[in-house]
């Protein structure tokens, strides 16, 4: 009998820890994420009709959305069951679209932070219906995504290269790496000076070990030495003063507070700094985690849900952590109240922060069921969670000052502090990144210091140091930066990453990011032509306005009406950076009218360049307009330059006139010339064409055998030779390469061709290429191979597959045509020739 409960969530693991918990009555179907979206190849966004997305059934999941649809009709109760966040909810809501014209079932919104049998069995009673503000919210940032993607990316296509994209949001992280980058360019180091002086309290009956002093002030100010030869005079100074006293004890107690649960962020940076795990490999384990670890009892979740950025705990969870620290750590380690954390002002309140489902499973247990990387992440969160419960960490700071009179009159005072725990509190769990603590030996030695002491001078020291430029960002401080500026949420800083460096903007070497010299070009043209798009800013008010259509303060179309105005006239604007000058425009047409005869047509692939229909439609686009494109512009220089055999005096006086475009567009001009001589050498001359068309017309005659298929690529005689003869009818010089080919296929073919020596002697092909004296060493070699059966099967090494049966036939082919192969290929063939021939040692 087929259950009528049928239960969706996203993803297989999820979807078997589940299962086992709900029992045979309910059906578990994966989704794989989203069953609809916006379409790949249009844009899929009504503009004219407040925005109206044009949503597309996956392709690639028919037969899943089958499955969903033959199980729809059959249940009575649809449980959807993915993520508890905006893209959760919006999965639901379209699988909801999806299926309800199939089924007469009902349908209930299931949300859960943590995979255990309690929590699902709590969320299965307490069913929702779906969230409409949440999907808004998500529908609003994937429509916003889509306009900028789709407008913005066409421009850098124009102006950089083909295929690769702008992004709403990866476009301003971007900035930030290449704004560090350029900090770091820009800096120039500062000299400075450090003088540490070696102390022994006198007398010294106890013999207590000297300390390390660090001069602190001249003067009882702060001082800066900048140079070689001040620091010379200040150890002269101190060297030769009149002896060091303690002016200055102070002893006071610290705390140190345990920091909040993990969120997304923070568990991000500190994989980063603690386990060298990226962002995304960070998500990924934590998913494994969250989604169910087989215990030996079934699959369950270790973890709350990984993506949140509230710092809220539930209050069983704290309870249970309470009594596992009173029970395991010690009495003194438990607050006599909960530690509660403060959540920032946009976070979502209803999630909770990440930790475990179950405090008694800790890493030393958890260890029997995860993988060395599993178990550092739980470790983590582990002892994150645990130490956020617990009491602070108290510490002892001494810090003690020691003066003496230079022989220069100066006041000279150096200074020490140590710190040391005397109650280690969260921190026996959890050691905060920028804890301190010092030897005890060294406290004891402070401790042993009073005002008025004397001391000797042991050691003195200066050292040369330099101001350092800003650190490039790892991943970890990029999230870090990009939280703490808005940016973002925590479903996609792990992607915003991720995206920067597959779109090859940006290199990561050493765990730090640096941009590419084309995530450079792509950001400098972005900031030039869209400023305001790709302000932190901006972006910044752009996610507080998704949050208030989640939280129904905002409706969503009235987002995307306030945010597409103005972002229409910044593309208007944008296609006119780089743009010249009206007059520039203006000035130089007449030039160009002055030339007489244009060039023939041009037909390349299924475009056809005609100079002087450009011309025309350029002059009627300005009389228009007023206005061209700088990609025109480059083009009207380009036809300067081309028939500069026609108008050199025009232009050479144009550019006399205008001395500041032969300045701006100097590297521009540059280049032109450049192409255009490359153009002019790769011409052929009238005789060289003549050439060619009496060796193309000798191969009239030649019947084409079938194309063939050797080690997956098709090699099509015709199809080439066809190729050669129409770049040779557009007046292209053929390349040695294509030439050398060419005597191949003639080779090939020379029984049906007439004036066959001629032809190889125009494409200056020897007889020994030509099949004259076949190298007898190879004819054996090729003939040994003829009849043999035994080769071994095709290897795939990489992307490419090994064939020595298809390659064997290559060479075969090859040396029958020319009668000789590469040493390469020859080294080759003796290879195999010693695998299959050679006798078998006993």
Known sequence: MAADKLVIVESPTKARTIGRMLGKDYKIIASMGHVRDLPKSSIGVDVENDFKPKYQQSRERSKLIKELKDAAKKAKQIYLAPDPDREGEAIAWHLEELLKKSTNGDFFRVTFHEITKSAIEHAFADTTDINMNLVESQQARRILDRLVGFKVSPLLWSKIQRNISAGRVQSVALRIVCEREREIMAFEPKEYWNFMADLAKMPNPNNIAPFTTKLHKINNKKFEI???????????????????????????????????????????????????????????????LYEGIDTGSGPVGLITYMRTDSVNLAAEAINNCRDYIQNNIGADYLPVKPNYYKSKSNAQEAHEAIRPTNVEMTPKEAAKYLDERQLKLYTLIWNRFVACQMAPAKLAQTSVEVGTNGNDSNLYTFRITATVTVFPGFSKIYKADDAEDDVKELNEVLNSLNEGDKCELKALNNEQKFTEPPPRYSEASLIRELESNGIGRPSTYASIVNTIQNREYVDKEKGRLIPTELGFKVNDYLILSLPDLFQIGFTANMEESLDKIEEGSLQWQQMLKD??????????????????????????????????????????????????????????????????????????????????????????????????????????????????????????????????????????????????????????????????????????????????????????????????????????????????????EIAKLIEKFKNFTGWAEPQKKGKRVFDEKSFYESLATQFSAKGNLTPRQVGALKRMDKKYFAPKEN
Not at 228 to 244: C, I, M, P, Q, W
Not at 267 to 278: E, P, T
Not at 682 to 709: G, H, I, M, Q, R
């Open 563 to 776: 945010f597409y105005g103005p972002f229409e006239e910044w593309l208007e604007q944008a296609k006119d950076v780089g743009a010249p000058k009206p007059q520039y425009v203006e000035n130089i047409l007449p030039v160009l009218k002055k030339i007489t005869k244009f060039a023939e047509p041009q037909k390349v692939g299924r475009r056809t360049y005609d100079d002087s229909k450009f011309l025309s439609s350029i002059e009627e686009k300005f009389i228009k307009d007023n206005k061209i494109s700088e990609k025109q512009w480059e083009t009207l220089l380009r036809l300067a330059i081309t028939y500069y055999s026609q108008i050199g005096k025009e232009v050479e006086d144009y550019l006399a006139q205008n001395v500041d475009i032969k300045a701006k567009y100097a590297e521009v001009l540059e280049k032109v010339k450049i192409q255009q001589e490359k153009i002019a050498a790769s011409t052929a001359s009238d005789d060289l064409k003549k050439a060619y068309e009496k060796v193309f017309a000798d191969f009239v005659n030649v019947e084409w055998n079938e194309p063939e298929v050797r080690r997956g690529r098709t090699y099509d005689d015709k199809k080439f030779f066809t190729s050669l003869q129409a770049q040779a009818e557009r007046g292209k010089v053929l390349s040695e390469r294509q030439l050398a080919a060419l005597g191949a296929i003639a080779v090939k073919y020379k029984e049906t061709i007439p004036n066959f020596e001629a032809v190889m002697e125009f494409l200056n092909v020897s007889s020994e290429d030509s099949g004259g004296q076949a190298d007898p």
């Open 226 to 288: 900048n140079n070689e030869t001040d620091a010379t005079s200040v150890l002269n100074a101190v060297k030769s003063g009149y002896g060091f006293t303690v002016s200055k004890i102070e002893r006071k107690p610290r705390q140190r507070r345990a920091q909040p649960p993990f969120i997304t962020s923070t568990l991000q940076q500190a994989a980063s700094s603690n386990l060298g795990f990226s962002a995304s490999n960070t998500m990924r384990l934590a998913q494994q």
